[in-house]
């Protein structure tokens, strides 16, 4: 194989995505194989290393997952597929197993018509500049091939779930709605539930690419109405949907509530603080100002940090962070876990929590403070520019110098002033910047969004906030 070029629009900052046909191709996936083999090899400095390979549901994951481990092969890699499931599956496999590497096939929330890799070795998160380094290295043909690779299958499914249900707590039985939105995470929530305890009603469990139901993003309050009525109709204790690949949690309360998941991060960080006072609890920019002002009043440490999940792991490693989470539903445990974004552990510590205490879900979140806020929006934008647009924001906001306004450029720019904050920043995954504003009145949340929609419309595009 010649050197070959990505296109540059997929290599993201902490994953490969891009839409098939158009941007992403099993040509990608070969090279992918061959530049990721070659990258484990040189890091691991071993020529037959362990690369475990999963796909999702998305009709084009199984042909990627064909070509990638093709690749991977003829690098000299020992290829362990374990086929269709969850993201996290992907990732208990390599650290259960103690691989050396893992790559999952998945286009998580996207389209159905997009797909992508995320990658990890054993000890450490791959993103950023090691992405680039991937592209760098098919560009130049610059690839370790020998002989000798093989590929086994291993179906790891069951011990999967027995390792999600090894931290389930014996309490109250509840009565729990799911959705599975179609997605890879289907089939092993059907494993998990006929273990669990209680009473449990499945929707949309059974794994489609086409996304025939809802598309699977559970912080998109559209995609959650089924399982409010779900909820309703069962008078359920609780409901809980998964996104396209199961690494993200939604949440919908006994009352019909969405939850979002910067205010499940309190109840999550009220149980580990117990046992760990004082301890990093890292939320990402998007997270309410309640969030980290709870963690704090809890006896916790509270780390705004940049949004996406290897930035998160990486950041929890630094600090030793047993838990962390972003306003998309990626939850991260690492008091019992093994630290990465699993929606399926983060139920199993939901229930324990619900059943514990004896109390509705609705009644353990109603001491913290209501706050007027706006949903994520998202900005359509044009790929190639996207990056470049926050950055005028930022020098339009500069150049003002406004009084009482402060600029965090952590992760975009979070604006701050005294009715509240705002956020703008490029999303990763998707084609679109992100916003959104917090503010303890109606008014305040007014003005803030007056404010974002000033600065968007000036870059040449329309901030539209949703009603209701």
Known sequence: MSHHTFNPTIL???????????TLSEEDAHALGLAFGTYVKRESLMDHPIIYVGYDGRLSSPGLAAALSEGLQKTGAKVVNIGLGPTPMLYFSVKEYLGDA??????????PDYNGFKMMLQKKGVYGDTIQHLGALADAHDFDELEGGIEETLDVREAYVN???LDLENAEPLTIGWDAGNGAGGETLQMLTKKLPGTHHLIYEDIDGHFPNHHPDPTVDENLIDLKGLVAQHKCDLGIAFDGDADRIGVVDDEGNVLRCDILMTLYASEILQDTPGAPIIGDVKCSQVMFDEIKKMGG????WKTGHSLIKAKMAELNAPLAGELSGHIFFADKYFGFDDALYCAVRLINIVARSGKKLSELTSHVQNLQSTPEIRIDVEEAEKFDLVPRVHASLKAKAQQGV???TIDGVRVSTPDGWWLLRPSNTQSVLVARAESSTVEGLERLTKMAQDEVSQLGYKLTVPKG
């Not at 440490?301 to 705004?304: D, N, Q």
Request: proline share 6%; no cysteine.
């Open 102 to 111: 893992g790559i999952m096939v998945t286009g998580s929330h996207n389209p």
């Open 12 to 22: 993201r900052e902490y994953d490969i995505r891009g839409q098939i046909g158009k």
């Open 163 to 165: 390792r999600l249900l």
């Open 406 to 408: 402060s600029i965090d």
């Open 301 to 304: 440490t509270p780390v705004m």
